[in-house]
């Protein structure tokens, strides 16, 4: 039987360390975080190696009062889903749960996929995006670890492959653009704007 002590020295896994990005996403958008400070705790959540460092980071918050593994909580994955423009547009900004599996598809249309004030649901996201005489941009937070296997056919497929915070989510981008692009960047969050 274990001591609540030696609970603190326990490995955790990455949907604690997911867990404790909400918390402190949530933080910053209520304003009790500044932008540098959340940031700065949102690497740290992600290279947490026990309870003991992901309790220290989400401790002075007000309104946590137990942590969110020791309450039993999972990490539950959104549906899969789709986003489509056909001689239109999509966009996902803002405060959104991120499935596992996500695909997007446009033709004669465009769209925005924005990860940086998202809510990860998995440790492992999959993004397939095709684009045919259309344009789709993928926006990533700095943090998180990208794999991109695509193609261009007279067209652009960017291909940013980016070593993130070790223990951060992997988010892993396929498809095609034909006579279109599917365009990837690293973007640091901006402070949000209150409603």
Known sequence: M???????????????????????????????????????RLNRAYSAQTYAELSKLSS???YITTAPWEAGGECHPAP??????IMSGFERRGRWNVPQRLTSFSLFGGGVIDLRYADFTSPD????SYSIFGGQT???????NVDVHGVGVMGAFDHLGQQGTPGAPRVTIRGF?????VG?????????ESA
């Open 177 to 181: 653009s034909l006579w279109g692009r």
């Open 125 to 128: 996201v999959e993004i397939h």
């Open 2 to 40: 274990s001591t609540p002590g030696s609970r603190a020295q326990m490995r955790v896994v990455d949907t604690d360390r997911i867990q404790v990005a909400h918390l402190l996403s949530d933080a910053a958008a209520q304003g009790r975080l500044p932008m540098s400070e959340y940031e700065d």
């Open 184 to 192: 990837i960047k690293s973007k640091k969050r901006k402070p949000l």
């Open 138 to 144: 993928i926006l990533l937070p700095p943090e998180v």
């Open 80 to 85: 899969s889903t789709l986003l489509l423009a």
């Open 60 to 62: 002075d918050l007000p």
